[in-house]
């Protein structure tokens, strides 16, 4: 068998995009969620409650998101094995460190107070742009370790141990009522309905730019089009839109007739003329249109 051929190049800038992406995400944990105790889930939103709880000195936020950083990695490296491990490693050590160093920070001392939002002098004001911020720093960063080809961790662990024992549950699915249920806690834990829906707003703005970044920096998309007219439609698509396709042999489920499927890649301009292309040829044709997040190849940028 060949070997494979890692690229050095390619491994230090995963490496790179996974660092900055903790670090940016630690950073916006530190400055802006965990000084305003605004709970929006995960394992900032877990040591938040914890410690509105459990009223000790020596065991700060940090050290608590330290505790269950380390203690989920290793129950995910004992349950989930060393691939997840492999992933998770570098946010693991990376996250942990960035938090307790960006908290320190937020001290009056250090720069003048210039990170210590919480003593604003406009205090609602520091905390709608907390709110805000927490969102993009936290979905800019995750959405970076992820193109990193790493993972942030986390109660993800969790989302897997619960998926691996519920074979039918989405990870999706079980991840938001992770984080719904984290929520919910912090309303009570902390007892401010505001700072709740805060937090609430914070976390779709990470989920909105976790999208953006991650997934809506491409707009491409990928079509599957089901028609007898396949010839006429892939020519005019080949001729007009300069576009190359892939014709497949399929067999419909239900009738178990044998078909030709045409898949065609295209960009968001092109979107329009190969709807018009497909109708014009056949209007009752079977057309599945989906978003790629990368393509490769001739006629695409690498």
């Not at 707009?219 to 698509?237: C, G, L, R, V, W």
Request: net charge positive.
């Amino acid at each position: 068998m060949k070997k494979l051929k890692y690229d050095p190049r390619s491994m230090i800038k995963n490496i790179g995009l996974v660092v900055l992406g903790t670090f940016i995400l630690s950073f916006g944990t530190s400055i802006f969620l965990l000084p305003f105790n605004l709970v929006t889930g995960g394992i900032p939103g877990i040591s938040l409650v914890i410690s509105n709880i459990i009223s000790v000195e020596w065991l700060t936020v940090d050290i608590l998101v330290t505790i269950l950083t380390w203690s989920l990695f290793l129950i995910g490296f004992i349950v989930l094995g060393k691939s997840f491990a492999a992933k998770t490693l570098i946010s693991t050590i990376v996250y942990p460190i960035g938090v307790s160093l960006f908290m320190r920070l937020t001290s009056p001392d250090i720069l003048n107070g210039f990170f210590d939002l919480s003593s604003h002098a406009h205090p609602a004001l520091a905390l709608m742009i907390a709110a805000v911020s927490s969102g993009i720093c936290v979905g800019v960063g995750c959405a970076l370790s992820f193109l990193g080809g790493g993972s942030t961790g986390g109660v993800d662990v969790i989302a897997f141990l619960i998926c691996k024992i519920f074979k039918r549950l989405k990870h999706s699915t079980v991840m938001f009522f992770i984080d719904a249920t984290i929520i919910i806690l912090g309303m009570f834990a902390i007892g401010d309905f505001v700072l709740s829906l805060l937090g609430i707003v914070s976390a779709f703005i990470a989920a909105y730019m976790i999208d953006k970044v991650f997934i809506g920096r491409t707009k491409s998309f990928i079509a599957q089009i089901i028609s007898d007219e396949y010839p006429s439609i892939n020519k005019e698509i080949l001729e007009k839109v300069d576009r190359g396709s892939t014709i497949i042999d399929i067999t419909g489920g239900y009738s178990g007739e044998s078909k030709k499927m045409l898949m065609v890649s295209f960009t968001v301009n092109q979107y329009a003329e190969i709807i018009n292309i497909i109708n014009k040829h056949d209007k009752s044709a079977f057309v599945t249109i989906h978003r790629a997040h990368e393509i490769n190849g001739e006629g695409w940028t690498r």
